[in-house]
């Protein structure tokens, strides 16, 4: 358990308790209350939210930075993201349901798990599939989505700095709906774009083996001809 990989499992460990402060019981009220009332509880969970996507590519780059890359390590950094993108968005939809409907936690954690099953397979038959750009983008995109959502239950829009030629207004609401729906379209285009790579891959490590397997026949001995008798010995 080195520090990558407490890292790892402290993202793990921060998501029955983003559960918890998105609940209505939250912070010790009782079933059945309405949580803080003055947005301190959306701010809570969007941090606690952005500290755990920061702990993303910080437990990746300090494995990396100081050779302890493990097996463990390996297997706990994919879990982890996805399980906290998945209870992310199972509990936005009871949180804010209008903002983040059914079907769109549906499309997320189903393409998780197609990219997991890829992954899968793609290590049974020996070759990766690397994260490409889209993929990148998709994640920024899911951190921006669900801090939006989660704020957009409180604030339809801030106004910053009213004394300045009237302010600056920020429409909570409108970056939440559309960071989600920007994102669910990414999403979608990455796990094309991930079975794509996937199939051109697995086409390629197919007529691989189908070569070994005609070069290990090639190479067995032929069976030898009985050689035909002399016709001196013909009787």
């Known amino acids: 358990m080195n520090l990558p990989n407490s ?3 402290s993202r793990i460990a921060a998501i029955p308790l983003l559960i918890w402060i998105l609940s209505p019981a939250f912070p010790l009220q ?3 209350q309405i949580g803080l009332r003055g947005g301190e509880q959306e701010v809570i969970a969007s941090l606690l939210f952005i500290a755990a996507a920061i702990t993303d590519g910080l437990d990746g780059y300090l494995a990396r930075k100081n050779g302890q890359i493990t097996t463990m390590g390996m297997l706990l950094d994919p879990l982890a993201d996805k399980l906290l993108v998945s209870a992310a968005y199972i509990v936005l939809v009871a949180y804010n349901p209008r903002i983040v409907p059914p079907w769109i936690a549906v499309v997320v954690i189903g393409r ?3 990219v997991s099953g890829l992954r899968s397979i793609a290590a049974t038959e020996g070759f990766t599939i690397e994260a490409s750009e889209i993929g990148k983008l998709k994640t920024v995109i899911q951190v921006v989505s669900v801090v939006a959502a989660i704020l957009a239950h409180r604030w339809d829009y801030w106004l910053w700095f009213p004394n300045f030629h009237g302010g600056f207004v920020i429409g909570v609401h409108f970056i939440a709906i559309t960071a989600i729906y920007w994102m669910t379209i990414v999403s979608i285009i990455s ?7 996937f ?3 697995i086409d390629h490590a197919s007529e691989r083996a189908r070569t070994r397997r005609r070069v290990v026949l ?3 001995a032929k069976p030898s001809q009985p050689s035909p008798e002399h016709p001196s010995r013909i009787s």
């Open 218 to 220: 090639s190479r067995k």
């Open 112 to 114: 998780e798990f197609l």
């Open 191 to 197: 796990a094309v774009d991930y079975f794509v790579g």
């Open 30 to 32: 009782g079933h059945g």
């Open 199 to 201: 199939w051109k891959k």
């Open 7 to 9: 890292i790892t499992m």
